[in-house]
């Protein structure tokens, strides 16, 4: 994996890739910094970074991280564009964190896909990358080869969603943990909320309802139940569990129990229909049924893929961005 380090690169943005990769279990990731050349690189914040490799680690990866950088409009030199270019035609897996879309962009990476970046910037990059489908609301987007994110918090959700692809849901949801971070949320989920929480309720927060589900998801949990254990009305906990999250209170627990079902699949050599039961999906059918719909494949080829006899393949087809965990905090 090399991270490719740009001239003002945004520290955070650099930080987030780093940290999250070398915190997985095994270090199954060889990470390299790298920039146009070995040496010092300026970031935005005035302190320079050192990396230890120029572009032959792009040309020589399997995944590229592209972090944001300033000012994200400038031109970047051709050696850069070319090496970015050269990535996705051998079949590299591309992924930018915030602006670092851009540098995607003008290497024509993102033509003819979906594409996200920092919300205040989605415009600049619809407008001068028509090719470009831009989608300014969700966290990240995950088009398989190339995955893009939101600024900052959504880097940290996107390469959890890469540690979850390459090694499964109970080894993201570990690294998590240690970040003392929130388990990795769904990409489709706003980047930020328009609505806030009402003036008179501050401080009030769901999270311990989230985490009394989590506790009971082999339980027909419904709204109304969630309600009376935040002792809200149903429509006004609706409404508030959307702002906290994102989501709706029954998406949420779908995904949930679908999370907890891949770490079973994972983890134990429960039967289908055991797993059903425990996760709160009822049937081998409806766990199936799910499955397919949310995750593109059979709980028996992911238990295949995840187990823990099995060898972990980085290219392997991606998980959609809906099968993520939702947060208890």
Request: charged letters at 20%; aromatic letters at 6%; one cysteine or more.
């Amino acid at each position: 994996m090399a991270v490719l380090v740009l001239d003002d690169v945004l520290p955070l943005d650099l930080g987030i890739p780093a940290q999250v990769f070398i915190s997985v279990p095994g270090d199954p990731y060889d990470l390299t910094l790298c920039g146009r050349t070995a040496g010092s690189v300026p970031t935005a914040a005035g302190f320079a970074v050192t990396v230890t490799a120029g572009l032959e680690a792009v040309r020589g990866a399997d995944t590229v991280v592209v972090p944001g950088y300033e000012p994200h409009l400038r031109q970047l030199p051709a050696d850069v564009l070319a090496a970015l270019a050269g990535a996705r035609a051998r079949g590299a897996r591309l992924v930018s964190i915030c602006t670092g879309a851009f540098a995607l962009a003008a290497a024509g990476v993102l033509d003819g896909r979906k594409a996200t970046t920092h919300w205040k910037h989605a415009h600049e990059l619809a407008a001068r990358y028509p090719r470009v489908s831009v989608d300014p609301r969700v966290l990240y987007v995950d088009e398989g080869q190339v995955l893009t994110s939101a600024g900052v918090a959504a880097g940290i959700d996107l390469c959890l969603h890469l540690v979850r692809r390459d090694l499964g849901a109970q080894t993201a949801n570990q690294v998590a943990r240690s970040l003392v971070s929130a388990p990795h949320r769904d990409g489709g989920q706003a980047q930020y909320i328009e609505r806030p929480l009402a003036p008179e309720a501050p401080g009030v927060t769901l999270a311990p309802t989230r985490a009394w589900a989590l506790a009971r998801l082999h339980e027909p949990l419904t709204v109304r139940q969630l309600a009376a254990h935040a002792h809200l009305a149903p429509r006004t906990f609706a409404r508030r569990f959307v702002t906290e999250t994102g989501t709706t209170p029954l998406r949420w627990l779908l995904t949930a129990r679908l999370d907890r079902a891949r770490e079973l699949l994972e983890s134990t050599e429960l039967a289908v229909d055991h797993i059903a039961d425990r996760c709160g999906l009822g049937s081998p059918s409806n766990l199936r049924l799910h499955f397919r719909r949310t995750l593109g494949t059979t709980p028996t080829a992911y238990r295949a893929a995840f187990a823990p006899t099995a060898r972990p393949d980085f290219s392997q087809a991606h998980i959609p961005t809906t099968a993520a965990r939702p947060s208890a905090t």
